[in-house]
């Protein structure tokens, strides 16, 4: 089942990667990636409290878009708004929970699944229904966010 959520992935960035390049050329992107969740990682996600047996995991399926400047992520928020069906339950904006009093990490979580019209694609019917995360953030924010995880990650012998 993780390669097909793999493939899912690499889809998604695929088709994110066209409409980006075809729409706003103009935009410099520092990174793409994609992934599926590993197994210890969702083994970790599912001894959290707030996950139980009916509990929906929304992001089996990732991927990222890193801009060189946060000017260019409602460009690239908007693209994924009408290119996908937005889950908006499970969708959050960091930098609208943060807040502008507050230091963190920023950026846009989308999880979307393909629409009905997408969905029927041949190249795309093995993945409806499934759900995957993209995650649009600025290179700066994308920076705090690997200082903070490598800092809580220390361990002092």
């Not at 959050?92 to 929970?97: H, Y």
């Not at 969905?119 to 200082?147: D, Y």
Request: charged share 30%.
């Amino acid at each position: 089942m993780r390669i097909c959520y793999e493939n899912f992935a690499e889809q998604i960035l695929n088709i994110l990667k066209a409409i980006i390049k075809e729409e706003y050329p103009h935009i410099k992107i520092a990174s793409y990636s994609k992934r599926a969740k590993d197994i210890e990682s969702l083994r970790k996600k599912l001894r959290k409290d707030k996950y139980n047996e009916n509990s929906e995991i929304t992001d089996l399926a990732g991927v990222r878009v890193i801009a060189y400047s946060k000017k260019d992520i409602p460009l690239i928020a908007g693209i994924i708004e009408n290119s996908f069906d937005i889950d908006t339950q499970n969708s959050v904006d960091k930098t609208r929970s943060l807040g502008n009093n507050k230091v963190g990490y920023r950026g846009d979580h989308y999880v979307v699944s393909f629409s009905e019209d997408r969905a029927q694609m041949p190249e795309n019917k093995r993945f409806k229904g499934l759900k995957c995360e993209i995650q649009v953030t600025s290179l700066i924010a994308h920076t705090w966010s690997e200082i903070t995880h490598v800092e809580h990650n220390i361990c002092i012998v």
